[in-house]
């Protein structure tokens, strides 16, 4: 059983494509996220969604929209698809009640644009 | 700005060698420091969280410490199997949403 589950594990296309990654968890968490892992391994946070409401928006090109249907899944939906969107894009989830806010990670897509 | 600064970046080890990665960051008002392990095509995966300087917390061959500045990932005696990416990263008090600024990682090889 997998907690958090990403489609698809990897996506090539071209330049200018439209495309879409989806996320899904299983553990009852009320926060779900997209962060950004570059060529050097870095990690960066994208967008947070608790309770299907938006409430982490970092500096991201509006050609990236997150949407969330309910609280158990989160959908990254790419425009106009760029060389520099290459990267391995991981959802997250986590509970925003209780001690422990850490988060459980998806496997990853790794996006590669050509 | 939240920052944190891992160090060294690669680390390689012979089995049983004992060593320590060093997590330096910048936060104003420490929620949570974690420690999470990602191996090579897959997620992170969360090891530890600290909350308050002086905070120890132990997994197998891991210990993870923490002080007003720095955290410290203790490997003692590792194995081949304990090769992966460590990676830091703080949570700021007060701040909603459960945002996490993560360090850029120690890639740990041991070598048998």
């Known amino acids: 059983d997998t907690a958090v589950s990403q489609t698809p594990k990897y996506l090539v296309t071209q330049m200018g494509n439209d495309k879409s990654i989806k996320c899904e968890q299983n553990?009852?968490?009320?926060?779900m996220y997209w962060y950004k892992q570059d060529s050097k391994k870095f990690l960066k946070i994208m967008f947070s969604?608790?309770?299907?409401?938006?409430?982490i928006n970092e500096t991201v090109p509006n050609r990236f929209s997150p949407k969330s249907p309910d609280k158990a899944h989160l959908n990254l939906h790419i425009n106009s698809l760029e060389l520099g969107d290459s990267a391995v894009y991981f959802c997250?989830?986590?509970?925003?009640?209780?001690?422990?806010?850490?988060?459980?990670f998806g496997s990853g897509t790794r996006l590669t644009v050509v | 700005e939240d920052q944190v600064t891992q160090s060294p970046e690669a680390l390689r080890l012979q089995e049983g060698e004992s060593s320590s990665l060093n997590c330096s960051y910048t936060?104003?008002?420490?929620?949570?420091l974690f420690w999470y392990r990602q191996d090579p095509g897959k997620g992170p995966e969360f090891l530890f969280t600290?909350?308050?300087a002086g905070e120890e917390k132990e997994k197998e061959r891991l210990k993870a410490t923490l002080t007003k500045k720095e955290s410290f990932l203790h490997i003692t005696a590792p194995k081949p199997e304990d090769s992966a990416t460590y990676l830091c990263?703080?949570?700021?008090?007060?701040?909603?949403?459960?945002?996490?600024?993560f360090g850029a990682g120690t890639i740990l090889r041991v070598k048998s």
């Open positions: 997250a989830s986590s509970s925003l009640k209780g001690a422990n806010y850490g988060y459980t």
């Open positions: 553990l009852g968490h009320d926060t």
């Open positions: 969604y608790n309770n299907k409401e938006l409430i």
């Open positions: 936060v104003s008002g420490l929620r949570g």
């Open positions: 600290l909350y308050s």
């Open positions: 990263a703080v949570q700021r008090r007060g701040e909603y949403g459960n945002k996490l600024v």
